[in-house]
């Protein structure tokens, strides 16, 4: 039979049983280290690999039991046989209790030592293979717990995210409520979710939205969940009631409740809660650490918006004052710029804009000539025909209006739409000769509304034209001037009745 050459240790006072050990195992094919006390051989065992050590009972210093305790210590698998001439009861217990797998009386037979040395050498391979089985199992059993780790941190990571993505996408308060009770229950699967405002003049929160598994929320505010919401304001910290039977004399229909504040500058504006109404689950702390952090990012958002609304409003009617002072310059032009936002809207909402476009041409419209405050008046007021130098200044207005909206880098869009709204969409307009669709959908809106504004209403150099010329010139622009789908719109707007030719 061929084996890996196995070392065996052989550990005896008495010289000649080593001699005689060492020579029979040689024979058969071991590796043979002796050792003629226990301190020797627990060198030997540090710098060697063993296999398997025999050892005699009584020796001077160390006795065979004590280095078995040491073996046993350095490496557990090694199997120690000890050898005596005196085998008593004792002795036997003592020996298994320090792992020593046989003993063997003297004086030993050797072939009854090999014998032995194959079994504890097979026993310690069976030994050694279910350790492997059992480390295999327990990396097993951990890799499945770090996978659950995992994918239970990919599903954090996703949820943040998507707090994250969907406030980025919000440009209104009313938006940003809406979508934070509707995220409250996709995220902490609460099958209600509701968020009040906290108002100075007002004793009682004011539930701004809610969301509800059941579609509607039929039910009055309870006034236990009225002082839940007041007890977040009060004290500012999120509140978790996994088990809500007999807590805080909530109603019977909330079986799991969260709350939590939403704060400016640690002040509490709001609170955002969430029920379980319906089921075995209960929220537990990773919910309530999801809906803090939707909390805190939904507070950052709504004043991030407040701040953006003020400035925004603020610039918005600083411009409509210039848009104003322009207009009132000409008494033919008073008003046009209104005009000229409510026919773009009339066909942005014909042609299917959202209601965000809409906005964006309201916005463009009321500010879209705001360029002209650039321009002196013995130009802009000029009654008769303009130079050739005269309309190269008066061409600059989109530019300038393009200029004056952007400063804030708050509307691209907008600044864009005032940009390109003398763009014609052959490519002969102005400031860019941009062609067809290249030119800004909304600005090929805005062309024809300001266009028929200027042609139906009276001008400094002449009188308003009816409604049929006006009519004509607009079918010959399209495709010329006019983008021919506006134009198709214009006309379906007017022929319906749905826009008064004044
Ligand atoms: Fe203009």
């Not at 059941?214 to 088990?243: N, R, T």
């Not at 009617?317 to 000409?330: G, H, I, P, Q, Y």
Request: hydrophobic share 40%; charged share 30%; net charge negative.
């Amino acid at each position: 039979m061929t084996h890996d050459k196995k070392t065996i240790l052989f550990v005896d006072d008495e010289e000649s049983i080593l001699e005689v050990a060492s020579e029979y195992f040689l024979q058969k094919d071991y590796h043979v280290i002796t050792a003629v006390n226990g301190k020797d051989a627990l060198t030997v065992l540090e710098n060697t690999e063993v296999d398997c050590c025999f050892t005699d009972i009584n020796m001077p210093g160390m006795d065979g039991l004590e280095l078995a305790e040491h073996i046993r210590e350095i490496d557990m698998t090694i199997p120690v046989i000890v050898m005596t001439g005196y085998p008593s009861l004792e002795n036997t217990i003592n020996t298994l209790k320090n792992g020593v797998v046989d003993f063997l009386i003297k004086p030993v037979n050797l072939e009854q030592m090999e014998l032995c040395v194959r079994r504890v050498l097979m026993q310690r391979k069976v030994f050694e293979d279910n350790l492997l089985l059992k480390k295999e199992l327990d990396s097993k059993k951990r890799i499945e717990a770090l996978n659950i780790e995992l994918l239970g941190k990919v599903d954090e990571l996703n949820n943040l995210n998507k707090i994250m993505n969907d406030f980025e996408q919000v440009t209104s308060s009313r938006e940003l409520f809406i979508r934070v009770v509707e995220l409250a229950r996709d995220i902490t699967h609460a099958d209600e979710s509701r968020l009040f405002i906290i108002s100075p003049t007002q004793e009682k929160p004011f539930q701004v939205t809610a969301s509800s598994a059941k579609g509607s929320i039929s039910h009055p505010i309870e006034p236990a969940v009225e002082a839940l919401v007041l007890e977040i304001v009060e004290d500012g910290i999120p509140l978790l009631v996994s088990q809500c039977t007999g807590v805080k004399d909530l109603p019977e229909r909330i079986l799991s409740a969260m709350a939590v504040p939403l704060k400016i500058r640690d002040k509490v504006f709001g609170v955002v809660t969430a029920f379980v109404e319906d089921g075995n689950y209960r929220f537990d702390e990773k919910d309530l650490y999801y809906l803090s952090f939707m909390g805190t990012k939904a507070a950052d958002t709504a004043e991030n918006i407040a701040l953006y609304e003020t400035i925004s409003e603020n610039l918005f009617s600083t411009l409509r004052a210039f848009v104003k002072a322009v207009e009132a310059r000409d008494a033919y032009t008073k008003e046009h710029s209104n005009r000229v936002a409510e026919m773009a809207v009339a066909l942005g909402r014909e042609m299917g804009c959202s209601e965000e476009e809409l906005n964006l041409l309201n916005f463009a419209g009321r500010l879209h000539d705001i360029g002209k405050i650039g321009i002196r008046d013995n130009i802009l007021l000029k009654p008769g025909r303009l130079t050739d130098e005269e309309f190269e200044i008066i061409k600059e207005h989109p530019v300038i209006g393009a200029m004056i909206v952007s400063q804030l880098g708050l509307w691209d869009r907008e600044t864009q739409i005032i940009r390109h709204h003398h763009e014609r969409f052959d490519g002969s307009g102005y400031p860019d000769g941009l062609k067809g669709v290249a030119i800004p959908f909304l600005s090929r809106i805005m062309s024809v509304a300001d266009a028929y504004d200027a042609m139906a209403s009276d001008r400094a150099y002449r009188k308003k034209l009816d409604l049929e010329k006006v009519s004509s010139i607009i079918r010959d622009g399209s495709g010329a001037q006019f983008d021919p789908r506006v134009v198709d719109t214009f006309f379906k707007l007017v022929e319906s009745g749905r826009w008064n030719f004044v």
